[in-house]
């Protein structure tokens, strides 16, 4: 069962109530008796255990940021320049009506 945790709106007293999805919330605080408790939103408590996860088989690998990525794809594309060893002329893509 899932815990939840409460705030009186009055009081700010906070709480905590394990209860099934299905239960109604609350609709008085404990401490003062007011009916102005609201839920709270809070992050989910469980990790990911075992091989098969991130935290244990891909933690290690770095990832390239975007702008090395496309640096390097840009240095490596034939089209983008013209090498004057290889024929070309140096002075950037080929534009002609030529279609292979």
Not at 71 to 76: G, L, P, Q, Y
Not at 81 to 86: F, G, L, N, R
Request: hydrophobic letters at 30%.
């Amino acid at each position: 069962m899932p815990i939840y945790g409460y705030q009186c709106q009055a009081c700010n007293h906070e709480f905590e109530l394990m209860q099934k999805m299905s239960d109604p919330a609350p609709s008085v605080c404990p401490a003062c008796g007011k009916p102005d408790v609201r839920k709270q939103l809070s992050a989910a408590g469980f990790q990911l255990k075992g091989s098969g996860w991130y935290a244990t088989d891909f933690k290690g690998v770095a990832k390239p940021s975007p702008d090395a990525k496309a640096n390097s794809e840009a240095k490596a594309s034939p089209e983008a320049k013209a090498s004057p060893d290889k024929g070309g002329t140096g002075s950037g893509p080929k534009t002609g009506s030529s279609a292979s």
